[in-house]
């Protein structure tokens, strides 16, 4: 819901204007004053000022200079008699968006506030697009061509279009937050906000704060007014993450904002109307949290309409070296270091494809980042990684690192599997030394890779 401040000097005026915007959906502010006005736009977020001209003490013009130096991007509609229709020209020269004649009709008033409006919101969103122009949110830039990836994209492409709320699931630094940006950007949500919510990072209170905003006075340090998240967030889409760290208080009210689509500010009574596609991540399993007595069922259901489950790195090792690639090339034009790095040398690919990567994919591009700061020649080495990183390197798998819940069988395959991605990559992909170098025959070594989908381009 877009707020409006109303300013004129006519007791009245601004209350009649009110009533009119207020019909229309829009909430409003009222002032009597140019100084009044300023202070409200101190202590409230405003959308659009519609001001009247000619006042005492401060003009229209004034004021609208006043708003222009204390760096409120919002735009200004002037309100005008006939005689003063020089000093709006005059206001437009300086920054107004328009003006209006007095007297107008309601539906012409309404005709101008709503295009003042959408000029503010395609100025923030090309704002909101340049800020990210470094870091487009498409599918090319979620890394992966192993075929649980491939399966992903498949995923990706059919859900990001629709307005289904989606549950993404996954280990810390396994790219929730960009699969999340991508179904966003891919959709009919692209042009409007992404709001992402870090769970885990706030308390309850500040929480319920900055998901539903707050009246001013509504607790101790709510000396303004707030929108929360949801409010900004209008017509495009909330992004969860670390949805699991919520408490069932919290989302007892999340479930009644997706069932009804409306909310209320924290001190606040009355209901605000919101659009807005709910995108989740966690690292926790919900289905064990609800077991414990932690998640809603009924929360989760609503969120689980399709649930996406982003594999760790240490199963995917097939898009190690693409990746790495990746990452070397992104690193290089960021920080202007390791510009004659092409790669790992033999040593340190070894290491990176023995590693567990806990981190996953995050802790990969640290790796790299750090490693070209430090590299000297044109391949990185061991000495150029993290001294934490060599150290946990080094030690040997546990049996511990084996989910709890994975079979025998399904064990041996994981070992197995991750053997033939290992020896064809100390191999350089060809066939025949990846064999000799298993202890099996060539053809047996064929039949293995066809059994785990791995990529067919080997060498013989």
Avoid at 105 to 118: G, H, P, Q, R, T
Avoid at 384 to 401: M, Q, T, V, W, Y
Wanted: aromatic fraction near 6%; hydrophobic fraction near 40%.
């Amino acid at each position: 819901m877009e707020t409006i401040l109303i300013v004129d000097d006519e007791k009245n005026y601004p209350l009649i204007i009110s009533a009119l915007l207020e019909e229309e959906g829009f909430e409003t502010l009222t002032a009597n004053s140019g100084e009044e006005a300023l202070k409200i736009l101190k202590s409230h977020e405003v959308d659009l000022v519609l001001t009247d001209m000619k006042m005492p003490s401060m003009d229209g013009i004034t004021l609208l200079e006043k708003i222009k130096e204390n760096n409120f991007n919002i735009p200004v509609l002037m309100m005008t008699a006939y005689g003063t229709v020089e000093k709006a020209v005059e206001a437009m020269k300086k920054g107004a968006y328009n003006y209006i004649l007095k007297p107008f009709d309601n539906e012409s008033l309404i005709a101008y506030v709503n295009k003042a409006l959408e000029m503010q919101r395609i100025i923030n969103q090309n704002l909101r697009l340049l800020s990210d122009a470094k870091s487009k949110y498409s599918f090319d830039n979620i890394i992966g061509r192993s075929k649980v990836m491939q399966n992903l994209f498949n995923i990706i492409r059919k859900v990001a279009p629709t307005n289904a709320s989606v549950l993404i699931e996954g280990e810390s630094g396994t790219g929730k937050e960009l699969v999340a940006k991508a179904l966003h950007f891919n959709s009919s949500r692209a042009n409007q906000s992404f709001i992402p919510v870090n769970c885990s990072a706030l308390s309850e209170n500040l929480l319920e704060s900055e998901l539903f905003g707050h009246e001013k006075g509504s607790f101790t340090g709510a000396v303004t007014q707030k929108k929360g998240k949801f409010e900004i967030a209008d017509n495009g889409t909330i992004f969860f993450d670390e949805l699991a760290e919520i408490s069932l208080n919290t989302q007892v009210k999340l479930l009644r904002i997706i069932q009804e689509k409306t909310l209320e500010r924290v001190g606040g009574v009355k209901p605000i109307n919101i659009d807005v596609r709910i995108i989740a991540a966690t690292n926790k399993k919900l289905t064990d949290e609800m077991e414990a007595g932690r998640f809603r069922e009924d929360l989760f259901y609503r969120l689980n309409v399709v649930r996406l489950t982003l594999p760790p790195l240490r199963e995917r090792k097939d898009d190690l070296s693409l990746l790495i690639n990746y990452f070397i090339k992104k690193y290089k034009e960021i920080n202007n270091k390791g510009e004659n790095v092409i790669g790992l040398d033999g040593e340190t690919e070894r290491i990176f494809y023995h590693y567990g990567w806990p981190g996953n994919i995050r802790e990969l591009e640290n790796t790299i980042e750090h490693a070209l700061i430090f590299s000297a020649g044109s391949l990185i080495t061991k000495a150029d990684l993290p001294n934490s990183f060599k150290e946990i390197s080094g030690k040997a798998l546990r049996i511990d690192d084996i989910p709890s819940n994975q079979g025998l069988a399904q064990t041996l395959e994981t070992v197995e599997k991750k053997m033939i991605i290992r020896a064809l990559n100390l191999s350089g992909n060809v066939q025949s030394r990846a064999a000799k170098m298993l202890k099996i025959g060539k053809s047996g070594l064929n039949q293995k890779i066809k059994k785990y989908g791995l990529d067919k381009s080997s060498k013989s």
